[in-house]
């Protein structure tokens, strides 16, 4: 059903504005946080690829509309579309989706994400793989995908699998917020711009006067706007990142909480070791043991290698091959909020490795058809630019 404003017209929930050079792509359900559907993921493969063809378009901006930039895949329409139908029109959707963000990470046109406010899940997918990342003191960062039974994806077992040492098992496994001043000291962001200066198009209007794709051009005028972000005390990559390394980098889900425990024990006034502990405790067994192999599995392979992998595990979740995480996850946190999934196993014990062995398998369905993607290289020199050494 069509989304409609008082006077009864249809609401785009893309825009695609900007002039011959410079194209803007914008996320517009702002009351939903910016939540992708369907529609908005077909609608941005057309024109993405159109602008990728026109020889006049010189640089391509991603933004959304409201508070977020975009909060993730919209779990409640793929939940009800799932219950009400055939668990393909799952697939199909996931299909699209990821192979939108490798043609993000493989365009040919500069690319500058404007991250201002939320993003999540499929919002972090799509802007991860810009060459220009740039966020604000409003940014908030997530991968909560656990929480309700899923993993991180949308390529996370490909970019946080290269964040530096074992920042990333972190994010993935505690679905830890970030801030933006966070995001550019771990090098998920590129640049820390003030909010002020994107609501009133400041920078935009700056990025629309470039004629060419020269990334000197852009880095310069995009360093006209850049501040130092506030440093704080508590920035999470920072004051965290020893104790991370030491227990994230455990073989087993099973050991990183015990080795956190021990930690928590002997660093009684830090609290985040705390809210880790019981943030893994809360969220699905399977999906930690599953995320924590995809990192294993992505930390040296290629962009499609992962992609490819993650539609593998994420149709058998929505297949229900082996439970019915996703789906008891988005009733608890989602539909009647009681914020008390029943999962099954209940427990990190009882998911054996021949239990998250079957999520990695080959769909034994005829209907079922493995994503192709065509290798192309990623353009990824700006984010080993960005990424801090320890």
């Not at 290698?305 to 019915?324: F, G, K």
Request: aromatic share 8%; hydrophobic share 40%; net charge positive.
């Amino acid at each position: 059903m069509a989304l409609l404003d008082s006077f009864g017209r249809e609401i785009n929930q893309v825009l695609f504005e900007g002039n011959s050079c410079v194209k803007k792509v914008i996320f517009n359900r702002p009351r939903k946080f910016n939540s992708i559907t369907i529609k908005m993921i077909l609608e941005m493969l057309k024109k993405l690829k159109e602008y990728e063809d026109d020889s006049t378009v010189k640089l391509v901006i991603l933004k959304g509309n409201g508070k977020a930039f975009c909060s993730g895949g919209d779990l409640k329409a793929l939940y009800k579309h799932a219950t009400e139908g055939h668990w393909t029109f799952g697939a199909l959707l996931y299909k699209k989706l990821l192979t939108l963000s490798h043609l993000l990470a493989t365009y040919k046109k500069p690319l500058v994400a404007l991250i201002d406010g939320t993003v999540m899940g499929a919002g972090a997918g799509l802007s991860m793989h810009a060459p220009y990342r740039i966020v604000t003191e409003n940014t908030v960062f997530a991968m909560p995908e656990a929480s309700v039974g899923l993993f991180p994806d949308i390529g996370a077992s490909h970019f946080l699998s290269r964040l530096p040492k074992y920042f990333g098992e972190y994010l993935g496994l505690t679905g830890a917020k970030l801030d933006g001043a966070e995001m550019v000291a771990c090098g998920l962001a590129t640049h820390f711009v003030l909010s002020k200066d994107l609501h009133l198009h400041m920078l935009e209007n700056a990025l629309e006067g470039l004629t060419s794709s020269d990334t000197t051009a852009i880095s310069h005028i995009i360093s006209k706007f850049e501040h130092k972000a506030s440093v704080k005390q508590d920035n999470a990559y920072y004051s965290r990142s020893k104790i991370v390394n030491k227990c994230f980098s455990r073989e087993t889900v099973e050991d990183i909480q015990l080795a956190l425990k021990k930690e928590a024990a002997a660093n009684w006034e830090t609290n985040w070791i705390v809210d880790a502990i019981n943030s893994m405790k809360s969220a699905c067994p399977a999906s930690l043991k599953i995320f924590l192999r995809m990192m294993k599995e992505g930390r040296n392979r290629s962009l499609e290698h992962c992609l490819t992998l993650e539609y593998i595990v994420h149709c058998h979740i929505i297949r229900e091959t082996l439970n019915s995480e996703f789906y008891e996850g988005v009733r608890a946190k989602l539909l009647h909020k009681d914020k008390k999934p029943k999962w099954r196993p209940s427990k990190l014990e009882l998911v054996s490795e021949e239990m998250v062995d079957q999520f990695f398998r080959i769909m034994d369905d005829g209907n079922w058809e493995p994503l192709q993607l065509t290798p192309t290289t990623f353009n990824s020199f700006i984010i080993d630019a960005a990424r801090p050494k320890l």
